[in-house]
């Protein structure tokens, strides 16, 4: 079946950076599009990053641009999200996620979800 597992998060002063990643199994990979999404407690799933199957393209949501980046390892089935100058609003469970509609900023077009990872940014 299929598998995501995301690794990475932690907690970290505001200011430091963590590296989450995902780790893909049981599909094709390099057939999907993958997007990594946050949620804080009591709020909705938003998109952070999303990134083409290639690679090629990417999107970031705007509380994270310029401060996150986003990539894929096709041959090692892995999506990473660099994520640097970590904020105390940053603080959420961060999941990634599979999407069979190309690259996109919603969770319907994402059948595959990881367990989540927790990222936890002190002040």
């Known amino acids: 079946q299929v598998q995501l597992v995301e690794s990475g998060g932690g907690l970290v002063q505001a200011g430091g950076s963590l590296r989450l990643s995902c780790a893909a199994s049981?599909?094709?990979?390099?057939?999907?599009?993958m997007g990594w999404f946050s949620q804080a407690p009591g709020k909705e799933r938003d998109i952070v990053a999303a990134i083409s199957w290639s690679g090629g393209t990417t999107y970031y949501s705007a509380s994270v641009e310029g401060r996150s980046t986003i990539s894929r390892d096709n041959a090692k089935n892995t999506m990473y999200l660099q994520m640097n100058s970590l904020k105390p609003e940053d603080t959420a469970v961060y999941f990634c996620?599979?999407?069979?509609?190309?690259?996109?900023?919603?969770?319907?077009?994402?059948?595959?979800w990881g367990q989540g990872t927790q990222v936890t940014v002190s002040a």
């Open positions: 049981g599909l094709t990979f390099s057939n999907y599009a």
């Open positions: 996620a599979a999407s069979n509609e190309g690259i996109s900023q919603l969770t319907r077009h994402y059948p595959y």
